[in-house]
């Protein structure tokens, strides 16, 4: 099974409004990133929260990680429909230096 | 600047048929890898390399060979493709020899079918 497991699997809003997906995981981890997927494209890099920190921002962008309940939430302010895409939390698993492990993907639609 | 570079975008193959995928960085990248995403299982992991000269297996890596002889490139083989193999590939490097410690650039992707 895989490590990661994002929830929900698909998210609809209007825009302007907040979208939050939520990760959760299994092992310990050295770091958890976030990364978004635009239709037919590659993967591009949002943020990434090491395991010794709480909370993260950049932009629009605020991610969360409790590594007591080995989980994370990635939080878009005030979204755009440029912000329709697929996200994907990704864990670096501890002590496998190697291997960067993704969910399964949150699809999130925002309607103008 | 190309970054990461896959080639080919396309290509469908005939069962038992093999061919390799290209994968070249200009980053001098230590670190590489390979994923495969199908529909509602995300993205695993296949193979990954710290260096040239290293390579490692990860999630999912029967019926792929790789191998990394230099810096800049990291094919991946497919000795006799199955229909099970049709997907999309993405290779990705990062500027971290230990990899997870940093982001990974991801290449544009290889839609391959076999039929």
């Known amino acids: 099974s895989q490590q990661g497991e994002e929830d929900p699997q698909a998210l609809s809003i209007q825009e302007g409004e907040n979208a939050t997906m939520n990760c959760s995981y299994k092992?310990?981890?050295?770091?958890l990133q976030w990364y978004r997927q635009n239709s037919g494209r590659g993967l591009v890099h949002l943020i990434l929260?090491?395991?010794?920190?709480r909370e993260k921002h950049s932009g629009r962008l605020r991610v969360t990680l409790d590594t007591s309940k080995k989980s994370s939430s990635l939080l878009i302010t005030a979204s755009r429909a440029a912000d329709t895409a697929s996200y994907f939390c990704?864990?670096?698993?501890?002590?496998?230096?190697?291997?960067?492990?993704f969910g399964q993907g949150t699809e999130l639609s925002v309607k103008p | 600047n190309a970054g990461v570079t896959q080639t080919p975008k396309f290509q469908v193959l005939k069962t038992g048929q093999s061919m390799t995928l290209q994968c070249a960085q200009d980053?001098?990248?230590?670190?590489m890898s390979w994923y495969r995403q199908d529909p509602g299982m995300g993205l695993r992991l296949i193979h990954y390399?710290?260096?040239?000269?290293?390579?490692d297996q990860g999630e999912v890596p029967n019926g792929y060979n790789v191998s990394r002889s230099t810096t800049e490139d990291f094919p991946l083989r497919l000795l006799s493709a199955a229909p099970s193999q049709t997907s999309v590939y993405f290779c990705?490097?990062?500027?971290?020899?230990?990899?997870?410690?940093?982001?990974?650039?991801f290449g544009s992707g290889t839609q391959l079918s076999v039929l």
């Open positions: 990705a490097s990062s500027t971290d020899r230990i990899a997870t410690n940093e982001k990974l650039f």
């Open positions: 092992t310990s981890i050295n770091n």
């Open positions: 929260i090491r395991s010794n920190e």
């Open positions: 990704a864990t670096a698993v501890y002590n496998q230096g190697g291997k960067l492990i």
């Open positions: 980053m001098n990248h230590e670190y």
């Open positions: 390399s710290v260096g040239a000269g290293i390579t």
